[in-house]
C-alpha cells in the first residue's frame, strides 16, 4: 500500500497520495505535481483519481495539471460554483481505490460545499478522514471568506459539520487536514504532524466550547484576506493554465535586465542582510523562506516578475510562485549583484543595526521612531516595545501616510526579515530615512525601556 503526505513548504499545505493494487489517488494536488507521478510509478501505481476538498483560496490547486499528464480523472467540491473542469461530487458517493474505498462526506462550514473524504480499510473500517480546512490539528477552518454577514451561518455549519460527522467517526481515526502550522487558513494550528479524532478531542481548544452558540461566537471572526485570494478564487474554479514543467527562467545580463525592470517588478530573495548591503533600486525584499507567505501580499498579477536569487534558490523561488498562480517570471539577473555592479550600475542599501544598540539608544534618553511589524498575536503574546508604532507587515501600503519622512524609522520584527521587506516598500515609496533592527525579541536588553507583556 502507498500512503505519502506531500508537505508545500511556506504555504503550510499539505496533500495526500495513497493507492493499492497498482491504482492511486491523490487528494488536494498542488500545481507543479511531478512528485505524486513520480512517488506513484516508484510504487507500480497509476494516479487514476484526483480530488479536491473545496474551493481553494490560499494555493493554485495542481488538479487539471496533474490529470493532464496522468488522464485521472477530477471530482470537485462545492458543486454550486460553475467549474471549469472535472465533475461535482455527492454527498456519500464512493470510489474503489485498488482495495481501497473512499467515501465523500459534505462538512460545510469553511466552505458551503467543502466535503471531506473517509478512507475505509479492505475490511470496511474508517481508518482516515482527508477534512481539508474543515479540521486542522489544534484548529479548525476560518469561515470568514465569504462575507461578514455570512460568517455566522457558517460557523454553525462547521460546527455541525465536526459534531454531526467527523467527530463521531471514531477516536483512533487519522486525521488528515489540508494545512499545517503558518497556514493563513487558520488562525492557531497546532505543530502536531500527525493528529487523530480522539487527540483532537483531547486537545483542540476549537473543540472545547460548551455549546454551538458559544462555538459560533469564537469561530465567527473576521481575519486578514490577502489581496491573492481573489485570483486563486478564480483559478481554482477556472482551471489554472497547464504548465507542462516547472518553467526555465531566462537569463538576463545587466543591460538587458535593467531595461526588462522598466515595466516589471523586481523580487529579491537572497538573505536580509545581502539585501540590506546592496540591491537593484527599486526591488521587493522576501527572503526565500517568506515568500509564499508574503508574496501574495504584495506582488501584482498584471506585471511580469524579475527574480533576483542566489543560483541554486532559482528554481524553489519560481515553483512558490507558481502554486500562488505567478506565472509572469520573466527571467533572472545574470551574474547577481557583482554582474550588476561591474555593468556599472549603481545600487542602494538599507542601514541596520543590532537590536542591542536599538535598546542603548532608549537607555540614552533618546526616543527614535519604531515601526514595529509584528502581529496583533505576537504583539500579545510576546510583548510591546512601550512608545513603538504598530503596523502589521501586511497592513503597511495602506497605512504609508503614518510613516514619518522627515526622521529615522527604525523598523522591528521577531528577527529582521520582515523588517527587510518593509523596508524595500518604504524606499519604493520613496522613503530614505530607514534603519532596519535585526535581533529581535531574543536580543531585547533596555532596562529604561523594557518589554510590555
Not at 206 to 212: D, G, I, V
Not at 370 to 392: C, F, Q, S
Request: charged content about 20%; some cysteine.
Amino acid at each position: 500500500m502507498l500512503f505519502s503526505r506531500i508537505e508545500s513548504e511556506g504555504l503550510s499545505h499539505y496533500s495526500y497520495l495513497f493507492g493499492t493494487r497498482g491504482e492511486a489517488a491523490v487528494i488536494d494536488p498542488r500545481r507543479d505535481c511531478e512528485e505524486y507521478i513520480e512517488q506513484a510509478t516508484a510504487a507500480g501505481m497509476r494516479i487514476t483519481h484526483i480530488f479536491e476538498t473545496h474551493r481553494n483560496e490560499d494555493y493554485c490547486i495542481g488538479s487539471v495539471e496533474l490529470a493532464a499528464r496522468t488522464g485521472a480523472q477530477i471530482w470537485h467540491a462545492d458543486s454550486q460554483l460553475d467549474y471549469g473542469y472535472g465533475k461535482p461530487v455527492t454527498d456519500g458517493a464512493a470510489w474503489q481505490i485498488g482495495s481501497l474505498r473512499l467515501r465523500a462526506m459534505h462538512t460545510p462550514g469553511h466552505t458551503p460545499g467543502s466535503v471531506s473524504y473517509v478512507l475505509d480499510d479492505k475490511e470496511g473500517s474508517p481508518w482516515a478522514v482527508f477534512t481539508g480546512d474543515t479540521l486542522f490539528a489544534g484548529d479548525v477552518g476560518r469561515v470568514d471568506l465569504l462575507s461578514k454577514e455570512q460568517s455566522e451561518e457558517l460557523a454553525g455549519q462547521l460546527y455541525d459539520s465536526l459534531y454531526n460527522k467527523i467527530l463521531p467517526l471514531g477516536d483512533g481515526i487519522l486525521v488528515c487536514p489540508a494545512h499545517g502550522p503558518g497556514s493563513v487558513c487558520g488562525t492557531a494550528i497546532a505543530d502536531r504532524p500527525w493528529t487523530t479524532i480522539g487527540q483532537e478531542k483531547d486537545k483542540n481548544p476549537r473543540l472545547k466550547f460548551a455549546s454551538r452558540d458559544e462555538f459560533i461566537v469564537n469561530t465567527a471572526m473576521m481575519l486578514e484576506r490577502p489581496p491573492y485570494f481573489l485570483q486563486m478564487e478564480k483559478l481554482n474554479v477556472e482551471g489554472a493554465p497547464l504548465l507542462g514543467t516547472v518553467p526555465q527562467l531566462k537569463h538576463y545580463d545587466p543591460q538587458a535586465f535593467r531595461k526588462a525592470g522598466e515595466n516589471a517588478v523586481v523580487l529579491d530573495v537572497r538573505s536580509d542582510i545581502s539585501f540590506s548591503g546592496a540591491h537593484v533600486p527599486g526591488a521587493i525584499s522576501i527572503w526565500l523562506g517568506g515568500l509564499s507567505g508574503f508574496a501574495g501580499w504584495f506582488l501584482p498579477y498584471d506585471k511580469p516578475i524579475l527574480l533576483i536569487a542566489e543560483q541554486h534558490d532559482l528554481e524553489i523561488a519560481v515553483r512558490q510562485l507558481i502554486r500562488l498562480g505567478f506565472d509572469n517570471v520573466l527571467g533572472t539577473l545574470s551574474g547577481g549583484m557583482l554582474g550588476w555592479h561591474t555593468a556599472g550600475f549603481a545600487s542602494e542599501s538599507v542601514d541596520t543595526i543590532i537590536v542591542q544598540q536599538l535598546c542603548r539608544s532608549l537607555d540614552d534618553g533618546l526616543e527614535p521612531w519604531i515601526l514595529d511589524v509584528r502581529t496583533k498575536e505576537e504583539l500579545d503574546r510576546d510583548g510591546r516595545i512601550p512608545g513603538a508604532h504598530h503596523v502589521h507587515l501586511t497592513q503597511l501600503p495602506r497605512h504609508l501616510k503614518e510613516i514619518p519622512q522627515n526622521r529615522e524609522v527604525y523598523i522591528f520584527c521577531a528577527s529582521g526579515l520582515r523588517s527587510m521587506v518593509a523596508a524595500s516598500l518604504l524606499k519604493r515609496e520613496g522613503m530614505e530615512n530607514i534603519v532596519v533592527v535585526l535581533g529581535g525579541l531574543a536580543g531585547w536588553s533596555s532596562t529604561t525601556c523594557p518589554i510590555e507583556k
